[in-house]
């Protein structure tokens, strides 16, 4: 089973700031299998960025993917208030569960 | 529309069984998988397995396998999550997600499961 670990854990930055979140793989992900959620307080997960790089339908284009093999990075260029949340990475295969890294939380500084 | 209803919240005793659902509506139900995912209080997100509505065919995470059972309905488009004995370690909350190629565009609402004595 492939690990996912996340870094940092929380990330303090304040809004118009840029964040950097990293995902890296205890092996390499195939096909850039690789995507990122957002989740908030009481809320079901959003899906972000699937295949590594390529945004879901309605994402801003402030979020973007960026990686392969086992070191992947999510970028938000400039945090708005709605964007302090705490952030997942997933790998996946059509026909497996997949693992979710332990989450990034970006907090207001 | 694509939806993903899950049945409401549980307070159960420890040793009691528990069937949870998920009902899919607005696509073609046995075309996609569901998976199943647990969030505990206060932590991260954690992939219980995948089930294919069409067949009935199943994939456990390690951690999950043998401890809980999935299965589907394609007739009412409704796919469940079962425990024959609760603990205490699985109050949680639990998401069904439609899983598109791997990843999720659709989520549950969430099913809130309380075990305690």
């Known amino acids: 089973e492939i690990v996912l670990t996340q870094s940092p854990g929380t990330l303090s930055l304040s809004p118009g700031e840029r964040a950097t979140l990293s995902c890296r793989a205890s092996?390499?992900?195939?096909?850039?299998?690789l995507a990122w959620y957002q989740q908030k307080p009481g809320q079901a997960p959003r899906l972000l960025i699937y295949?590594?790089?390529s945004r879901a339908t309605g994402i801003p284009d402030r979020f973007s993917g960026s990686g392969s093999g086992t070191d992947f990075t999510l970028t938000i260029s400039r945090l708005e208030p709605e964007d302090f949340a705490v952030y997942y990475c997933?790998?996946?295969?059509?026909?497996?569960?997949?693992?979710f890294g332990g989450g990034s939380k970006v907090e207001i500084k | 529309e694509v939806q993903l209803v899950q049945s409401g919240a549980e307070v159960k005793k420890p040793g009691e069984s528990l069937k949870i659902s998920c009902k899919g509506s607005g696509y073609i139900f046995t075309n996609y998988w569901i998976g199943w995912v647990r969030q505990m209080p206060g932590k991260g997100l954690e992939w219980m397995g995948i089930i294919y509505p069409g067949d009935s065919d199943t994939r456990y995470s390690p951690s999950f396998q043998g401890q809980v059972t999935f299965s589907a309905d394609k007739s009412i488009s409704t796919a469940y999550l079962q425990w024959s004995s609760l603990k205490a370690s699985d109050t949680a909350m639990y998401y069904c997600?439609?899983?598109?190629?791997?990843?999720?565009?659709?989520w549950g609402q969430g099913t809130l499961v309380t075990v305690s004595s």
């Open positions: 092996q390499s992900v195939s096909s850039s299998y």
């Open positions: 997600a439609r899983r598109d190629g791997g990843y999720v565009y659709y």
């Open positions: 997933q790998q996946y295969a059509t026909s497996s569960p997949g693992t």
């Open positions: 295949g590594a790089s």
